[in-house]
Antibody, heavy 117, light 112 residues
Framework: EVQLVESGGGLVQPGGSLRLSCAAS????????MGWVRQAPGKGPEWVAN????????YYVDSVKGRFTISRDNAKNSLHLEMNSLRAEDTAVYYC??????????WGQGTLVTVSS | QSALTQPASVSGSPGQSITISCTGT?????????VSWYQQHPGKAPKLMIYDVSNRPSGVSNRFSGSKSGNTASLTISGLQAEDEADYYC????????????FGTGTKVTVL
């Protein structure tokens, strides 16, 4: 059974940093693209970033370029999202998602990030 | 990277069929057969219902079907059931800037 478990969310002040993690199991992690998708309160989902199987390609939504970094550790079956210079508009539930091709077939339960003073 | 356009709400009675539209541009929906649809119940993570326009993942009811014409994709739910009441989002691969994915604005489906 595929399982994705996010952690690392919390309350952070504007301009602060946070590192999200996602522990994956139940599939060959090193053979799958992975992604982060966020959902602000009362809004629809927004794709944030994705990373190729070996970590050699990474893509980001324009609004987080230069501030967020996606990475993975295939030896530990883990995905990460380093978030810097956080803004109020980054407040959202962040989901880790398995991303085999052009869709997201499994999602974690999400971790809430709140950016507020 | 503008959001794809969906109707805010669609409703139907049990047993009826409903269709949700998802309109984009030639840089996303119209340019690629990479449209997927997600169902989301309150407080839950989205669930994949359709991928690559019309393919159903294993375990998803065949009451759900997808199609595309030009820049508009559609999700049809036939034989509407109470458990189908949820929010639905479309997504498309996009090359409007760097390779990316754009979600739709979302449609609330109500079973009357």
């Amino acid at each position: 059974e595929v399982q994705l478990v996010e952690s690392g969310g919390g309350l952070v002040q504007p301009g602060g940093s946070l590192r999200l993690s996602c522990a994956a199991s139940g599939f060959t992690f090193s053979a799958s693209w992975m992604g982060w998708v966020r959902q602000a309160p009362g809004k629809g989902p927004e794709w944030v970033a994705n990373i190729k199987e070996d970590g050699s390609l990474k893509y980001y939504v324009d609004s987080v370029k230069g501030r967020f970094t996606i990475s993975r550790d295939n030896a530990k079956n883990s995905l990460h999202l380093e978030m810097n210079s956080l803004r109020a508009e980054d407040t959202a539930v962040y989901y880790c998602a398995k991303h085999p091709n052009t869709y997201f077939d499994y999602w974690g339960q999400g971790t809430l990030v709140t950016v507020s003073s | 990277q503008s959001a794809l356009t969906q109707p805010a709400s669609v409703s139907g009675s049990p047993g009826q069929s409903i269709t949700i539209s998802c309109t984009g541009t030639s840089s996303d929906v119209g340019g690629y057969n990479y449209v997927s649809w997600y169902q989301q119940h309150p407080g839950k993570a989205p669930k994949l219902m359709i991928y690559d326009v019309s393919n159903r993942p294993s375990g998803v009811s065949n009451r759900f079907s997808g199609s595309k014409s030009g820049n508009t994709a559609s999700l049809t739910i036939s034989g509407l059931q109470a458990e189908d009441e949820a929010d639905y989002y479309c997504t498309s691969y996009s090359t409007s800037s760097t390779p990316s994915y754009v979600f739709g604005t979302g449609t609330k489906v109500t079973v009357l």
